[in-house]
């Protein structure tokens, strides 16, 4: 996606660096339901963040340096039933 690695599930982005301006160097983004960002961003937010850039997506901003790998893992898998859930919108 826009020259970088991205990870898609059925043609559908599910993870990406972040390569926009407003993203920390060494961030991910990740699609995640609305809710589930929320609740993300209020437990661990020197782990997950958002800049405006973001705020309309369905997505958050992982710093992998503040990440684990078990952690990781467990959003990327949120991710996958977000996007599975919504391929048809």
Not at 20 to 43: C, F, M
Not at 50 to 64: A, I, P
Request: with cysteine.
């Amino acid at each position: 996606m826009h020259g970088a690695t991205s990870w898609k599930t059925r043609g559908r982005l599910l993870a990406c660096p972040a390569i926009h301006r407003s993203a920390e160097p060494n961030s991910l983004l990740v699609r995640i339901g609305l809710a589930e960002r929320a609740q993300l961003l209020s437990s661990e937010p020197d782990t997950y963040y958002l800049t405006d850039h973001y705020l309309s997506h369905s997505v958050v901003l992982v710093r992998l340096s503040k990440t684990d790998r078990k952690s990781l893992e467990s959003l990327l898998k949120k991710a996958w039933h977000f996007v599975r859930a919504n391929e048809n919108h």
